[in-house]
């Protein structure tokens, strides 16, 4: 390992915690686990290196190695957090630190949740985690638990006490006899220079970590530092002196880690945090306000779709699953490619499989791929849309048909990032996005044994709801001359539609949602004349007789909210503060509530609210 024969020395390690587990030497086997282990996370391997630290953790247990066991935890919560895995991450820590633990560990655990709440973008309680400054016995997790405290000290803008801890840090003998820590310090003491805007000093910085990174054979420690320095000389308009070390840092993100990776293609599109987060502001940005040009695809004025445009400019930039629940028709796949569209993987492969339309043997070979001769008809070899997608987004539609055995395999997958193709016998590791959409209640299907709870936990991190067309009639007349404009553009007809035909369309309940809406178009388009309007008489019989529209339970519902909001805030005289604790809600909850029911907030009086 020291001397950068890094592939060597891993089959040396396998071999050796091969030997000692079968002897069940349980402790050294967790030792040389979390030796293997780290090798990997400097090699870019975070999901194998998970893998490591687990087997360590469960052999200690078995050893009753409490102390190898918190080594091996936190090891593995560095290797979720380098895999993107925040969540699993978060509910590590939480219970790491919950436990009873000697201070070491417990500052230790202390920089993993730092680090977390950092790639959260969560500011807010950093300074309530800033780890103490207990001694380390493993220099490495010293320098790394120190740096963590400056980043931690710089976001929270207390920039003096940052310096005076890296100054006691980089003054211990041991972390300056190993490179590898020496790098790690050279890298805060980088970030302290940019937040200070001292361009030359950083650039200083960053010689001292490529000459220790070079020495300790640890290219990621270059590339992490390189991401901090192009961003100050941007934020110092030094663009063009940064473009070299720019163009070198993203050849060396292919082989990244998906964190790091992640953080530089954030870069590539504009200004964003570093790997984990900002540092200089003591609260994160809030995210662009949604518009319509954000998200074109989404056509439509009413209130609930503006709150939908919302919600994918935030699942965008979200680096978590997408579950996405709506009615057959509603644009759910429309949704996908535009979640994906706005996040940091645009440029990367965008997959989609309706789980509905294939058996389940073939949504496995789909999904995993299989070897040559796998089954029959299986003449070569051919990669699934897991590898198709790495890097990018794979859209699941209708995940609710898996069925139980594809929802395991599925699982698997999501939890280990490792695909197996059918016939093989060794992983790939893959990066995807998982987008899932479903048109039934997938807690209901949970509950009832259909889908698994496991996955759906997986799969339900950010929820997107897309409103079935009946829940808004408004947006009706705007899609009617969308798709109208189109069908028309093909036949070649410059009609137009007169207001009846507008009008029969926006009473009209829409099943089939807005693929109905499209389909009814087109085929008015088939027959329309060349010019003039088109009448009521060419719209389907369904559409045009008078009906009656029986109210929906959430109809009634949402009729009914709105009524007691808009009461509440006559009764406060426009005081949404009032309003708000009379409803037993935040004033910010009230807010989201009148959005999202399309209450206006100046009241009847016409006085804007001061409160």
């Known amino acids: 390992m020291a001397a950068g024969r890094h592939a060597a020395a891993e089959r040396l390690a396998r071999d050796v915690a091969g030997a000692l587990a079968r002897r069940q030497a349980h402790e050294p086997y967790a ?9 990997l996370l ?63 560990h417990l500052a230790w655990g202390d920089a993993c949740l730092l680090r977390l709440l950092l790639c959260r973008g969560d500011l807010v309680g950093i300074s309530e985690c800033v780890p103490s400054s207990e001694p380390q016995e493993d220099p490495v997790v010293a320098a790394w638990v120190d740096s963590m405290a400056v980043r931690g000290l710089l976001s929270a803008g207390r920039m003096f006490e940052a310096g005076l801890r890296l100054a006691a840090a980089r003054a211990r003998a041991s972390v300056q006899s190993t490179a590898l820590a020496r790098s790690i310090l050279e890298r805060a003491r980088l970030r302290v220079a940019a937040a200070a805007g001292d ?63 992640l953080a530089i293609e954030r870069e590539a599109a504009g200004p964003a945090c570093s790997e984990c987060g900002r540092t200089g502001s003591r609260r994160a940005s809030p995210p662009a306000a949604s518009s319509p040009a954000r998200v074109p695809e989404i056509i439509g004025p009413s209130a609930a779709l503006e709150e939908l445009r919302r919600t994918i400019v935030r699942a965008g930039a979200a680096p978590f699953a997408v579950l996405i629940e709506g009615e057959s028709g509603a644009g759910k796949e429309l949704v996908a490619r535009a979640i994906h569209r706005l996040s940091p993987r645009a440029h990367r492969k965008f997959c989609d499989l309706n789980c509905a339309a294939l058996p389940d043997e073939l949504v ?149 949602n807005v693929r109905e809406l499209q389909n009814v178009m087109a085929a008015l388009a088939v027959g329309a004349p060349s010019r003039g309007l088109i009448p009521l008489s060419q719209l389907p019989v369904r559409i045009r007789e008078p009906h009656v529209r029986h109210p929906t339970l959430t109809a009634v519902r949402t009729a009914c909210e709105r009524n007691t909001v808009r009461n509440a805030l006559a009764r406060a ?19 989201k509530t009148m959005r999202r029911l399309g209450v206006d907030a100046r009241p009847k009086g016409g006085q804007l609210d001061t409160a």
């Open 31 to 39: 030792r040389m686990q979390i030796e293997l282990g780290r090798l």
């Open 573 to 591: 005289h426009g005081s949404r503060a009032v309003a708000a604790r009379e409803l037993g809600l935040t004033r910010q909850g009230l807010l």
């Open 199 to 261: 361009v030359e000093t950083a650039t200083t910085c960053l010689g001292e970590v490529r000459r220790a990174a070079r020495e300790a054979r640890a290219p990621l420690e270059v590339s992490r530092a390189t991401l901090d320095w192009v961003r100050l000389l941007r934020q110092a308009g030094l663009t063009v002196r940064a473009e070299a070390a720019w163009r070198t840092l993203c050849r060396a993100a292919r082989a990244a880690p998906p964190l790091l990776r």
């Open 42 to 104: 400097t090699r870019g391997r975070p999901a194998s290196a998970q893998q490591a630290f687990s087997d360590a953790r469960r052999a200690a247990d078995d050893a009753h190695a409490a102390s190898v066991g918190l080594d091996a935890a936190l090891w593995e919560i560095a290797a979720l957090t380098d895999a993107a895995r925040l969540d699993d991450a978060y509910a590590a820590v939480r219970e790491i630190r919950s436990s009873r633990v000697d201070a070491a």
């Open 364 to 512: 496995e070979a789909e999904l995993f791929g299989h070897a040559r001769g796998a089954f029959t008809g299986a003449s070569g070899e051919r990669a699934g849309l897991f590898e198709e997608a790495s890097g990018g987004t794979l859209f699941l539609d209708e995940v609710s048909e898996l069925s139980l055995r594809a929802q395991a395999k599925l699982l698997r997958v999501i939890q280990q990032q490792e695909v197996r193709r059918l016939g093989e016998t060794h992983t790939r590791s893959v990066d995807v996005r998982i987008v899932a959409a479903a048109n039934r209640c997938m807690p209901d299907e949970a509950a009832a044994g259909r889908f698994r709870a496991d996955l759906l936990y997986r799969l339900d991190v950010v929820r997107v709801r897309v409103p079935p067309l009946r829940e808004r009639p408004d947006d009706v007349p705007v899609l009617a001359e969308a798709f109208w404009t189109a069908a028309a553009a093909r036949v070649g007809s410059a009609a137009v539609l007169s207001e009846g035909v507008l009008r029969s369309l926006a009473s009209y309940a829409w099943p089939g």
